[in-house]
Nanobody, 127 residues
Framework: QVQLVESGGGLVQAGGSLRLSCAAS????????MGWFRQAPGKEREGVAV????????YYSDSVKGRFTSSSDNAKNTVYLQLNSLKPEDTAVYYC????????????????????WGQGTQVTVSS
């Protein structure tokens, strides 16, 4: 079993920044990519960033590319998502999740490919 706990969300003005953390406990994340997803009210869950377990490969959705950066600290079993230049449309609950395939060859950003999920952290961007 893997437990994921997100933190770092909050209320920020447009143009501001936040840093989300996702701490894993239980089994390690070794060999598994980690994804960041968000879900706004009335919208489907969207994959916004994925990082390979060594951090060498990343994926970003077009909506966040150039503004969000994912990183990892394997020693701490923690992944991070730096959110810069935030916009009101970034308002959502943000989740981290673990890819269910060990050492997947290519990163995936589809929610159904992830098995363990955190409880989410709210990010609200005011205009």
């Amino acid at each position: 079993q893997v437990q994921l706990v997100e933190s770092g969300g909050g209320l920020v003005q447009a143009g501001g920044s936040l840093r989300l953390s996702c701490a894993a406990s239980g089994r390690t994340l070794g060999g598994y990519a980690m994804g960041w997803f968000r879900q706004a009210p009335g919208k489907e869950r969207e994959g916004v960033a994925v990082i390979s377990w060594r951090g060498g490969s990343t994926y970003y959705s077009d909506s966040v590319k150039g503004r969000f950066t994912s990183s990892s600290d394997n020693a701490k079993n923690t992944v991070y998502l730096q959110l810069n230049s935030l916009k009101p449309e970034d308002t959502a609950v943000y989740y981290c999740a673990r890819d269910h395939v060990w050492l997947r060859a290519e990163l995936t950003h589809f929610p159904h490919e992830y098995d363990y999920w955190g409880q989410g952290t709210q990010v609200t961007v005011s205009s």
